[in-house]
């Protein structure tokens, strides 16, 4: 079951978390599509660190990792939504894109966060469902 929720903004609505919710209650293995990735220390330190990235540009940096602009700061459905995705046992990986390279970290548990880099930059990824 391929699952995109609308996250363009760094937020996702609370119509986005009940249609999530949904997808869930269907029972189905989920391969979760978001555009902007999820925060994991892994992924802030390359954007931030490593890459000079004046913002993180993450869907739910916690307080101590500040997301350096107020946009991106999660509001109350999106920190539902991070919550109640990581209770899924049902999402088997997230892939995401946004930040024009390629990273992958684990989200939770066993659940892979995969970022796609950009094709206007040559990069391309496959992804094999099995």
Do not use: W
């Amino acid at each position: 079951n391929l699952v995109a929720v609308d996250n363009t903004y760094g937020q996702v609505r609370h119509q986005e978390l009940e249609r999530f919710r949904a997808e869930i209650a269907k029972g189905y293995p989920i391969l979760l599509l978001l555009h902007v990735p999820l925060y994991t220390r892994e992924l802030y330190r390359e954007q931030i660190e490593v890459r000079k990235a004046e913002s993180a540009s993450l869907m739910g940096c916690p307080a101590e990792h500040p997301a350096r602009n107020d946009a991106q700061c999660p509001d109350a459905d999106t920190l539902a939504f991070i919550d109640f995705l990581k209770r899924q046992t049902l999402v088997k990986a997230v892939l995401t894109g946004h930040l024009h390279f390629n990273f992958d970290s684990v989200l939770y548990g066993d659940v892979v966060q995969y970022t796609a880099g950009g094709n206007f930059r040559g990069d391309v990824r496959e992804y094999e469902i099995v």
